[in-house]
């Protein structure tokens, strides 16, 4: 008999693998893209900010995911 229920992942474990990845990258962009916009208005350095970092998020999260997926779902 085939098993329909499918194996849930365990959200702190998600929430922490996206939280390792999220928390250098923006302490790398401190010192790399802030220098650059450090005199841009606030809501245009965070813009800055965001157009970078969603879309590495968006790329790379799920792929952290899914390598692990096998320590996420134990």
């Given at each position: 008999?085939?098993?329909?229920?499918?194996?849930?992942?365990?959200?702190?474990?998600?929430?922490?693998?996206?939280?390792?990845?999220?928390?250098?990258?923006?302490?790398?962009?401190?010192?790399?893209?802030?220098?650059?916009?450090?005199?841009?208005?606030?809501?245009?350095?965070?813009?800055?900010?965001?157009?970078?970092?969603?879309?590495?998020?968006?790329?790379?999260?799920?792929?952290?995911?899914?390598?692990?997926?096998?320590w996420i779902t134990r």
């Amino acid at each position: 008999m085939q098993n329909n229920n499918p194996v849930k992942p365990k959200v702190w474990k998600m929430l922490l693998i996206s939280w390792l990845f999220v928390y250098p990258v923006i302490n790398l962009m401190f010192l790399a893209v802030f220098p650059l916009v450090v005199d841009f208005h606030p809501l245009l350095r965070t813009l800055v900010f965001t157009v970078i970092l969603v879309p590495l998020m968006g790329i790379f999260i799920p792929k952290l995911h899914r390598y692990f997926w096998g320590w996420i779902t134990r």
